[in-house]
């Protein structure tokens, strides 16, 4: 981990996100890290985030409205770019056949199963669940993330009781939707970084709306 940013080193994908640094702004890292690793910004490929369940597949750069995943082909070499503050960044990839993408996960979108949504559509784009590999980037574990009693309903055996009150973790639910769809356990990876606990990331809940957003992106390696 660089005091700006957290990577993972794929064998065809650059994945990235941004840390907090109180002289320089996500964007200024994002900056130094594709000038870094001669990426054109003019590749940068986002969406207007909601909360919800939609995966888009795109082929070009720029906004592409609202929505919460990105997934694209490795000819594209576009940059698919999510924002987070507690919330789990999930990056994408094929070594196979090269497709890859990002989704932002909130518990909005985790109930709705937005992951198993994302891997329909690598499905569509020709890949092989057997070949899809997942990586958790940092987000707010169940030590820190209090939710009510009406959560139960939704995510079951990721509530977790401690003193009376009641955490969710998300990477578990997540997790085990992945194995239940058939993806193999080596091919899920977790960051074990708290954002709430961790004052080198930014968190919502932490710091309401004083937070920044970490800027997690993947993009095919040249």
């Known amino acids: 981990m660089s005091s700006n940013y957290i990577s993972y080193h794929t064998e065809k994908h650059l994945l990235f996100t941004t840390c907090f ?5 996500s964007q200024n890292i994002l900056s130094r890290i594709l000038k870094e690793h001669n990426l054109d910004n003019k590749l940068l490929t986002s969406v207007d985030q909601i909360h919800s369940d939609k995966v888009l597949v795109i082929d ?11 997934i694209t082909s490795s000819k594209n070499n576009l940059i698919l ?4 503050a507690d919330c789990v ?3 994408i ?3 196979s056949v090269g497709n890859y993408g990002v989704v932002h996960a909130g518990w909005k979108g985790v109930k709705q199963k937005i992951h198993l949504k994302a ?4 499905i569509d784009l020709g890949s092989d669940i057997n070949n899809l590999n997942f990586v958790m980037g940092p987000s707010i574990k169940s030590c820190c993330y209090e939710v009510g009693e009406e959560m139960i309903d939704y995510f079951g055996d990721s509530i ?5 009150s009641l955490f969710l973790d998300l990477n578990q639910s997540i997790s085990a939707d992945l194995k239940n769809r058939g993806v193999e356990e080596d091919k899920i990876k977790i960051d074990n970084m708290c954002t709430y606990e961790h004052s080198s990331l930014h968190s919502y809940r932490r710091d309401k709306e004083k937070s920044g957003r970490m800027l997690s992106f993947i993009v095919i390696k040249k």
Do not use: R, W
């Open 160 to 164: 977790k009781k401690n003193k009376g």
């Open 93 to 95: 990839y094929d070594n």
């Open 119 to 122: 891997i329909d559509k690598f």
């Open 81 to 84: 770019l999510i924002k987070t």
């Open 60 to 70: 070009k750069s720029g906004n592409h409205g609202e929505a919460d995943g990105l």
């Open 21 to 25: 640094n109180k002289d320089l702004s």
């Open 89 to 91: 960044p999930v990056f």
